[in-house]
T-cell receptor, first 111, second 112 residues
Framework: QKEVEQNSGPLSVPEGAIASLNCTYSDRGSQSFFWYRQYSGKSPELIMFIYSNGDKEDGRFTAQLNKASQYVSLLIRDSQPSDSATYLC???????????FGSGTRLSIRP | GAGVSQSPSNKVTEKGKDVELRCDPISGHTALYWYRQRLGQGLEFLIYFQGNSAPDKSGLPSDRFSAERTGESVSTLTIQRTQQEDSAVYLC??????????FGPGTRLTVL
């Protein structure tokens, strides 16, 4: 079992709709959760982090964490073509442990 | 600069040569990671440095790969006797105690 799992996609969403990206993790003791966006040919960039159960909103982005279900998601409202990218979920166990990345979900926003 | 920097940005080498890649992390970041990313693939973890602890080398694909970090500053990734399958983008990232990683622009390595 992979430590951090994501559906590879591609996920195709019409412009203006909500894109929902999902991630599950195997280490129940994980404490920190991150979402990165990677455009083709570019480095990953951090877009959201969440530490506590529940929702965290930042502009059009909402991260959702459910530790009991070992599930973290990213919602993108009012999707734009510029949101087309690969989205990477990353999880860290304790404060000293290394971050583990999922393999990423490719998102395509169709005009 | 405030970000992570890497050099060189591009490196073309011949099979069998050694290469050295450099990463300058964000000042004050205690953790530093190296990743490899082949074209169209995900991030492949190579090595993790955390403060003065022994590095986590569990991702290094062979003994041709090694990395060093001096304190909480510069890191170098060395690939000896390069092979064509080593061609990839090598990414460095640093993070603070909170864990958010900031990536450098990467070094694109091409082995002919």
């Amino acid at each position: 079992q992979k430590e951090v799992e994501q559906n590879s996609g591609p996920l195709s969403v019409p412009e203006g709709a909500i894109a929902s990206l999902n991630c599950t993790y195997s280490d129940r003791g994980s404490q920190s959760f991150f979402w990165y966006r990677q455009y083709s040919g570019k480095s990953p960039e951090l877009i959201m982090f969440i530490y506590s159960n529940g929702d965290k909103e930042d502009g059009r982005f909402t991260a959702q964490l459910n530790k009991a279900s070992q599930y973290v998601s990213l919602l993108i409202r009012d999707s734009q073509p510029s949101d087309s990218a690969t989205y990477l979920c990353a999880v860290r166990g304790s404060s000293a442990s290394k971050i583990i990345f999922g393999s990423g979900t490719r998102l395509s926003i169709r005009p | 600069g405030a970000g992570v920097s890497q050099s060189p940005s591009n490196k073309v080498t011949e099979k069998g040569k050694d290469v050295e890649l450099r990463c300058d992390p964000i000042s004050g970041h205690t953790a530093l990671y190296w990743y490899r990313q082949r074209l169209g693939q995900g991030l492949e973890f190579l090595i993790y440095f955390q403060g003065n602890s022994a590095p986590d080398k569990s991702g290094l694909p062979s003994d041709r790969f090694s990395a060093e970090r001096t304190g909480e500053s510069v890191s170098t990734l060395t690939i000896q006797r390069t092979q064509q399958e080593d061609s990839a983008v090598y990414l460095c990232a640093s993070s603070s105690a909170f864990g958010e990683q900031f990536f450098g622009p990467g070094t694109r390595l091409t082995v002919l």
